[in-house]
């Protein structure tokens, strides 16, 4: 029996001032442009909260600290991949007067309504996008410490 490829993600819901944050970028599957949170894979040795904390300072050039989050959500991509992705929440009071992305793969980065999100010419990279902001606006928080933090294994 063969496994699915499976991939462990993050992604942040920026959320300042009545917009999100959304990052502009080429699907790399697709070749088509796309708005997605600042999001990305979890690398080796890492956890969850440090990898959010990476993704949203490559992508964005913002040090922030989570607030929250919102759950699980999972997708099977296109390609036959299974992406699994772990919700934070980012709700800062004040943010830098500049910050840009670090990533070169991050063409801009988009403040958007949730209704100028629906209407944005270019489309979201997947459902996830507008379900993790729909379970923000919901207020489906999680707190933080329900995510335990990792246990080295000793023999």
Do not use: C
Not at 82 to 111: G, K, M, S
């Amino acid at each position: 029996m063969s496994r699915p490829l499976l991939h462990l993600t993050v992604a942040a819901v920026l959320y300042f001032q009545g917009r999100y944050l959304l990052v502009e970028e080429k699907d790399k599957s697709s070749g088509r442009l796309v708005l997605n949170q600042p999001a990305g894979h979890v690398e080796e040795n890492e956890d969850l909260i440090s990898a959010i904390k990476r993704e949203l300072q490559e992508e964005t050039g913002l040090n922030l600290e989570p607030d929250a989050w919102l759950g699980i959500s999972q997708l099977k991509a296109a390609n036959g991949h299974f992406y699994v992705r772990v919700n934070f929440v980012f709700t800062p009071t004040e943010l830098p007067a500049q910050h840009q992305p670090q990533d070169d793969d991050i063409l801009a980065l988009h403040w958007l309504s949730l209704a100028e999100l629906r209407s944005h010419a270019l489309p979201v990279r997947s459902q996830l996008v507008l379900d993790a902001i729909t379970q923000f606006e919901q207020n489906q928080l999680l707190s933080l410490s329900q995510i335990r933090n990792a246990v080295a294994h000793s023999l």
